[in-house]
């Protein structure tokens, strides 16, 4: 009532009514904006759901449980949907982890897993917690699933390492180890580990830090990589291949010329040089000498520090292999060959048939070296057109050749 006259509502009408009739008839491209607004905010939620959910792990982690209660009290008010819901209950799991309150920890963590079956972290702090309450083949199948959905998952890794070793199955916490490394190559926990798991495994005292180095360099000396052609070997006989066949008398290379700075085989490497001798890889060296894996220098040298170049490498390879298992070196020569494509203009040698690679030519020493490397898979070229003759060797290339050479030596 307004002065003793009814109030009409019809204008209120009114005005929704045509609210609405102009909201139903608003153009395409305001209903597109309305619906990118709601998706925009949709995300920014998202962001601070995770947000919330990673300031509770790492109030957990610090210690800070009180604090972490209170966020997780929020988290858990905020979770719409199944992902954010295992989100979290995995972080009360890891609340109630740190609590020691193992029971409700096991059970918010499978709550997590139930939510969400490929959540790596849910599998994760279950295994831990079931670790924590001495149920060690439930941890184990819930590191194995977590790594099924996250093959890099250091924490899984290390804790199903962890559980390997304390159950004395070094065998299996190996490979663990060398697959942490090449995520965190610069944990001390797990070099020494490994280290000491790879000397046992190999039959040695100790195994020395920079042998595993040399693994991660970007280029290796001769000394490193007579220590990656031993432990490849060593490691392939005693882990039930047979041991390869005898070197026979050094075999000559069907007429090849040998370069004059090219290493020599029949050198004893007792005597002569000494330039390798009271460094780390001195038994790795000697070994590689006893072997016929590596030779000395004509001058009796062995230049450990020396970076290897593809094309002397190929050359050791091939020499091992002609005095070792010359049946496969002769298999892949006595091939046909393709024909000789006709010499080029000026000085340059024509290709070498079979590898049609520009830096190896058919006069040079290397051309059998590189064929037989390349046709076996122990080594690749640079490119389709230069196999790199002079490039340097990273640890990697060198270890899966040592890889290749023993199982190749091992094969019947």
């Not at 610090?62 to 992902?83: C, I, M, S, Y």
């Not at 790795?284 to 004509?298: C, D, I, N, T, W």
């Not at 393709?338 to 048939?353: F, K, Q, T």
Request: proline share 7%; aromatic share 8%.
């Amino acid at each position: 009532m307004r002065h003793g006259r009814p109030v009409s509502a019809w204008p209120g009408f009114l005005a929704l009514g045509l609210t609405l009739f102009l909201a139903a008839f608003a153009p395409p491209a305001c209903r597109v904006s309305e619906a990118r607004d709601r998706s925009a905010s949709t995300e920014e939620q998202k962001k601070d759901f995770v947000v919330k959910y990673e300031t509770a792990k790492y109030l957990v982690s610090a210690g800070q449980l009180k604090e972490a209660h209170a966020q997780l009290k929020k988290l858990k008010r905020q979770a719409r949907g199944d992902v954010e819901k295992a989100l979290a209950e995995e972080a009360y799991a890891s609340y109630y982890l740190a609590k020691r309150e193992l029971s409700d920890a096991e059970k918010h963590a499978s709550a997590a897993v139930d939510l969400h079956p490929a959540f790596a972290a849910g599998f994760r702090t279950r295994a831990l917690v079931r670790l924590g309450r001495g149920n060690s083949r439930g941890a184990e199948e819930d590191f194995r699933s977590a790594l099924s959905f996250d093959g890099s998952d250091v924490k899984c890794i290390r804790g199903l390492a962890e559980l390997y070793l304390a159950q004395k199955r070094d065998g299996e916490a190996l490979p663990l180890l060398e697959r942490y490394l090449e995520v965190d190559p610069l944990d001390a926990w797990a070099q020494d580990t490994w280290a000491r798991l790879m000397a046992a495994d190999l039959g040695y005292e100790a195994l020395p830090l920079d042998y595993l180095r040399c693994l991660k360099n970007a280029a290796v000396s001769r000394a490193e990589l007579a220590a990656i052609l031993v432990v490849a070997l060593d490691a392939a006989e005693r882990r039930g291949a047979s041991p390869g066949p005898e070197p026979s008398s050094p075999r000559p290379s069907a007429g090849s010329p040998a370069e004059a700075d090219a290493p020599e085989p029949g050198h004893d490497p007792g005597t002569g040089s000494t330039d390798y001798e009271g460094r780390w890889y001195t038994p790795f060296v000697e070994k590689s000498l006893a072997r016929g894996l590596m030779r000395l220098y004509p001058d009796g040298s062995f230049r450990p520090e020396d970076w290897v170049k593809k094309g002397l490498l190929a050359n050791e390879v091939y020499s091992f292999l002609a005095r070792s298992a010359p049946a496969k070196v002769d298999a892949v020569l006595v091939r046909p060959m393709e024909a000789l494509a006709p010499a080029g203009s000026g000085e340059e040698p024509p290709r070498v048939p079979g590898t049609g690679y520009s830096d190896v030519f058919i006069l040079s020493y290397l051309w059998r070296p590189v064929r037989v490397a390349v046709e076996l898979g122990l080594l690749e070229s640079e490119s389709s057109t230069a196999f790199g003759v002079n490039s340097t060797v990273s640890g990697r290339e060198a270890a899966r050749l040592a890889e290749n050479l023993a199982r190749l030596v091992h094969s019947p």
